[in-house]
């Protein structure tokens, strides 16, 4: 059986940290042979990470509908409330914009964008690999994330119409 | 073999480092006439044998078999003795260590890691042996067609070295040595399929895969780890769930 001398381990065990393409670290960023696997991968992660951070975003700020209760405030909800009026205030409001992009400038719809853009793509792409853990077009890998990627768009789109044109058009109905 | 043979003067930056002298790895330039014979690998043979005999540089079967060597050849990983240099259509071509091994000297790295991973699987048939027939173990084609692929594998060691898991847990077994689990476990002839996928459900087994698809991305046989490990993990599970079922 070969066995490697421990000597020999001992040399060349700073090198594992930094290989001749840098430190260990450094090698994530270096484009040898690596395609749309391990972005999508990285992607899928790193959207994950928003969720997650979004949830706790969103904890706090639900958590404050009963703060100021708890606090004994003499107002309920005032906290909650003056968050929730912030965040839909728009962000070029006073500037001399249109009125339609005023509103569709919003705090609350800049971050709903994003959110819902992680989401769409975690979402699909965790289709994708769930259908690789069932053992389904692990060979058509490519071609699902980009048919994946086209049905997250149109969703995204519709989604976007949902939360930014629709009330506009109930609004100014009313 | 044709007769008006192409030549081209092509630009050789090769990676040099000698961890036991140089702090840094730096890069030499060379030129070399290559014609459409002209591999890789004998292209470094010509550098090493007119221009520099310090370049050092790992080969064995020349035929694309024995997996020695394997390359980044401009960003990508090829084996140096099936790649022509012609073909790759670049003016300068771009040659680097494997990445993520330690680096012995120049392109020639320790694979040992990798190494103790593929025995850390019991890389063999296991089977009892006493009832073996006098001459080999046979298998019907459609037994041999499972593992067929997978036994294309020449153990280059491109597909660890491409690995994100591997990167960020050193113990992970790797997309090379869970192929060739695969390939045991799924042979026909081996008596050990149980335990062989109990080893693989470890902590530093399949279930490290995330489905980056590096491995399938580097492998210069075109071979696809990623399935053999997606096909241990449902077959893992299977045999873990009916194992709770029965107690
Ligand atoms: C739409 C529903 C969702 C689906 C279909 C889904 C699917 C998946 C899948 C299949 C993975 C595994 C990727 C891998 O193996 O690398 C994953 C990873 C992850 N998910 Fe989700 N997910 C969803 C929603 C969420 C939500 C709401 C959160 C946060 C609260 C979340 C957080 C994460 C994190 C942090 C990871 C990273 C773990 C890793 O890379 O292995 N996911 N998701
Ligand atoms: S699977 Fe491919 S890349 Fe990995 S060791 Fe075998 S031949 Fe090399
Ligand atoms: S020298 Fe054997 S595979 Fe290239």
Redesign the interface.
């Known amino acids: 059986?070969?066995k490697?001398s421990e000597t020999?381990?001992i040399?060349?065990?700073s090198?594992?940290e930094t290989?001749?393409?840098g430190s260990?670290f450094y090698?994530?960023f270096?484009?040898?042979?690596?395609?749309?696997?391990?972005y999508s991968?990285?992607a899928q992660r790193l959207t994950g990470l928003l969720l997650i951070m979004y949830v706790f975003i969103h904890f706090g700020i639900i958590g404050t509908m009963l703060l100021d209760t708890f606090l004994g405030f003499e107002t309920p909800g005032l906290l909650y409330n003056s968050i929730t009026a912030a965040m839909g205030s728009s962000l070029v409001a006073g500037m001399g914009f249109p009125e339609v992009v005023e509103s569709m400038l919003r705090f609350s719809y800049i971050i709903d964008a994003g959110l819902i853009a992680a989401l769409v793509y975690h979402g699909y792409n965790g289709i994708r690999?769930v259908l690789?853990?069932?053992?389904i077009g692990?060979?058509k890998?490519k071609q699902i994330f980009w048919i994946l990627l086209i049905l997250g768009i149109i969703s995204y789109i519709l989604a976007m119409y949902l939360i930014m044109i629709v009330p506009e058009i109930v609004l100014a109905g009313e | 073999m044709s007769s008006t043979k192409e030549t081209k003067t092509l630009t050789f930056k090769i990676?040099r480092?000698n961890?036991v002298v140089d702090d840094e790895?730096y890069w030499d330039t060379y030129e070399l006439d290559c014609d459409d014979g002209t591999t890789v690998l004998i292209a470094i043979q010509e550098l090493i044998a007119k221009q520099d005999g310090s370049i050092a540089m790992r080969y064995n079967c020349r035929a694309g078999v024995c997996g020695s060597c394997a390359l980044?050849v401009n960003?990508?990983?090829m084996l140096a003795c099936e790649t022509l240099v012609l073909q790759l259509n670049k003016k300068v071509i771009k040659l680097?260590?494997l990445?993520?091994?330690?680096?012995?000297k120049d392109l020639v790295?320790?694979m040992?890691?990798f190494?103790?991973k593929l025995?850390a699987i019991d890389p063999y048939l296991k089977r009892d042996h006493s009832k073996d027939p006098e001459t080999e173990i046979l298998q019907i084609p459609e037994d041999f067609h499972i593992i067929e692929e997978a036994t294309k594998c020449i153990l280059c060691g491109a597909c660890h070295s491409?690995c994100?898991s591997v990167?960020t847990d050193?113990n992970y077994l790797g997309p090379g040595a869970l192929l060739k689990a695969f390939r045991f476990t799924n042979d026909t002839r081996d008596e050990d399929r149980r335990e062989r996928l109990k080893r693989v459900t470890s902590e530093d087994g399949v279930y490290r895969c995330?489905?980056?698809?590096?491995c399938?991305?580097?492998c210069p046989k075109e071979l696809?780890p990623?399935?053999a490990i997606?096909?241990l993990?449902?077959q893992s599970a299977k045999q873990t769930l009916k194992f709770w079922s029965r107690s």
């Open positions: 059986m070969i490697v020999e381990n040399v060349h065990q090198q594992v290989d001749s393409h260990k090698r994530w270096k484009p040898f042979s690596r395609g749309i696997g391990m991968w990285l690999v690789f853990d069932l053992g692990i060979r890998q | 990676k480092f961890p790895p980044l960003n990508k990983y680097e260590p990445p993520s091994y330690p680096v012995i790295v320790d040992s890691q190494y103790e025995l491409s994100v990167w050193t995330h489905t980056a698809f590096n399938v991305e580097a696809n990623t399935e997606q096909t993990k449902r």
